[in-house]
């Protein structure tokens, strides 16, 4: 970019602020402290940047992911030195396993007490080198321009990932001069978006010529705002579809083609057409261990195109017979055009047979789940009822464990970006804090926030965020009483010691009172003829969060499920039960 003619001279702190204000930077999560303090003070004349002060670091990169994941634009965050600053490791790391566009601005010790174990200091450059996916330590004020344009290119642009910037405070304090926009120095950052012609073109060969294909969708789809291209090549070529934990959305749920979720928990039919298929066309996905089981014994029979825009991907945990670098958008949009040609040559295999043994497996193995015998409340019963009542437009929001998964096989995902979650960290407290950052970004969505009751009391304090900040996320606790995924796991491989995962929530704390401390409507549900009644009651609360508090009974089970470490092959339908191929199966 070409630096404009003239400039004035601003602090650090100001320019900071004005950088941010030019790169576009809606909103701002954080909370003030000493090193960062300067920052704070034009950032209270700002009329541009809006600041929404969190309860806690943690829940400020949440929020900023949740933001990010919603919008598709940069989540911002900030914080203080030392504690301040480690407080965002965990949603810094979080971002960087699921390529979360987030920008971290640390405050610093001054720079001549760096290194001296001054009050409050961090090496946070040091700490986060391997979770980001570049940072800087500001060492001059008029660097601050260049850095934060630098910080959101990097952190939008190629493989999405977490900046962080920080900056001493004596450089945020120094004098210096403010032009917009600078010019961006990074010689060694080139990402490639453009697939190359000829691999496009081996891999549309592979497509026309497979009798068993499945487009394994990723993460990556959503990130390349690919979800239109996709669904052409999928109608095009009448391949099933399956997409990950990171991918729902991407592909709607409702069409014919789509045969599930793959994974640890995925549906039989999503698992079983991986593992049997002759050819993996995988788009911004990346041989999760949690899709693959054991690796060694994933899809043995299947050819590999993958294509993914980080080259560090391909062949890292599964070697590529095509391997195409590129944006997922442009590389869906090139393979349209290739398959094309490849058939009107008059070459391409019938997938009529393929089609049999899925829709057999579809019918005879469908998802679901079993009435509770003790007459409790069944938590995938509540999960889709949400679903149902507030509908596909709805954004949901997930912590992690039993009621994640619940969530993303329950509920409908008609629309790319309805479905947030922490995927590749695994992080619990993430569903709270993320909320509020989706429904932030996106004020006019319904936002669901489905949480455990583990997960909730890591993060809850961020609902007096919300209260106080008029964002009136919806907040379901499914409240089973206890670390159910930990809970789940010492029923199958520990013969029932259950040690130390009984939270007893069910008493302590009283959610409903606490909701209301927070500033929150409490609401309770602990019967099925009430879950819609107290849906649609929330459904209505549109001027305050609101939060139920679903109690459930504490042995539902998720299923199917791949026990860890263990191939695909030895998926799990329900407790002890293995699907039976028939004669007729690959």
Same mark, same amino acid.
């Given at each position: 970019m070409a630096r404009q003619e003239g400039s004035d001279s601003v602090t650090g702190a100001q320019s900071l602020v004005r950088s941010l204000e030019s790169v576009g930077a809606e909103v701002v999560f954080g909370i003030p402290g000493g090193a960062i303090l300067p920052a704070y003070d034009p950032l209270f004349d700002s009329v541009k940047v809006r600041h929404i002060l969190v309860r806690h670091e943690q829940g400020g990169g949440h929020a900023a992911e949740g933001y990010a994941q919603a919008t598709g634009k940069v989540g911002v965050c900030m914080a203080t030195s030392g504690p301040g600053a480690t407080n965002l490791v965990t949603p810094i790391a979080d971002a960087y396993m699921d390529s979360v566009p987030i920008v971290a601005? $640390?405050?610093?010790?001054?720079?001549?007490?760096?290194? $001296?174990?001054?009050?409050?200091?961090a090496d946070i450059c040091g700490i986060t080198m391997p979770i980001t996916k570049h940072n800087f330590l500001v060492q001059n004020v008029e660097e601050i321009p260049r850095t934060i344009a630098e910080a959101f290119h990097i952190a939008s642009s190629g493989r999405p990932g977490p900046v962080l910037v920080d900056i001493p405070k004596d450089i945020l304090q120094a004098q210096g001069q403010f032009a917009w926009p600078p010019v961006l120095d990074l010689p060694g950052y080139h990402p490639t978006t453009r697939p190359h012609a000829k691999q496009i073109r081996e891999a549309a060969k592979l497509i026309a010529a497979a009798? &068993?294909?499945v487009l394994y969708v990723g993460g990556g789809v959503l990130k390349a705002r690919a979800s239109a291209e996709l669904r052409v090549l999928a109608e095009l070529t009448g391949i099933p579809v399956v997409t990950t934990l990171m991918a729902r959305g991407a592909f709607p749920d409702s069409h014919p083609q789509h045969v599930g979720m793959p994974g640890m928990h995925g549906s039989v039919t999503a698992v079983t057409a991986l593992q049997k298929s002759d050819l993996l066309i995988t788009l911004g996905a990346r041989f999760d261990d949690r899709v693959t089981g054991k690796l060694s014994s994933f899809?043995?029979?299947?050819?590999?195109?993958?294509?993914?825009i980080d080259p560090a991907e391909i062949g890292k945990n599964r070697a590529a017979d095509v391997p195409i670098v590129g944006d997922c958008r442009e590389t869906l949009a090139d393979l349209v055009v290739a398959v094309q040609e490849?058939? #009107?040559t008059g070459t391409r295999a019938d997938l009529t047979a %393929? %089609?049999?043994?899925?829709d057999g497996w579809r019918t005879t193995y469908p998802l679901g789940y079993e009435e509770p015998t003790d007459g409790s409340l069944a938590p995938q019963y509540v999960i889709s009822r949400i679903g149902k009542i507030a509908g596909p437009e709805a954004l949901y929001v997930a912590g992690v464990g039993q009621h994640q998964m619940w969530a993303s096989q329950f509920i409908s995902y008609e629309n790319p970006y309805t479905w947030l979650n922490s995927g590749g960290l695994g992080t619990m407290g993430y569903s709270v804090p993320a909320a509020m950052g989706a429904?932030?970004? &996106?004020?006019?969505? $319904?936002? %669901?926030?489905i949480d455990g009751d583990g997960c909730f009391q890591m993060t809850n304090q961020e609902l007096v965020t919300c209260a106080i900040e008029g964002i009136p996320i919806k907040v379901a606790i499914i409240n089973n009483g206890n670390l159910g995924m930990v809970r789940q796991w010492q029923t199958l491989f520990y013969d029932g010691r259950y040690s130390n995962t009984n939270l007893q929530s069910k008493r302590i704390p009283d959610f409903v009172k606490l909701a209301d401390a927070m500033g929150c409507v409490g609401l309770r549900c602990e019967t099925k003829e009430d879950v819609d009644a107290t849906i649609e009651k929330a459904m209505a609360i549109n001027d305050a969060p609101c939060v139920i508090d679903f109690v459930v009974g504490q042995d539902a089970m998720v299923w199917p499920m791949v026990p860890a470490g263990t191939s695909?092959?030895?998926?799990?339908?329900? &407790? #002890? $039960? &293995?699907?039976? %191929? #028939?004669?007729?199966?690959?």
């Open positions: 601005i $640390t405050g610093q010790v001054p720079s001549a007490a760096i290194g $001296t174990d001054a009050f409050q200091e009798k &068993r294909p899809a043995p029979d299947a050819l590999v195109i993958h294509a993914d490849v058939y #009107g %393929w %089609w049999k043994q899925l429904k932030v970004g &996106r004020p006019e969505a $319904t936002v %669901w926030a695909n092959d030895e998926i799990l339908a329900a &407790r #002890g $039960t &293995r699907p039976v %191929w #028939g004669e007729d199966d690959v």
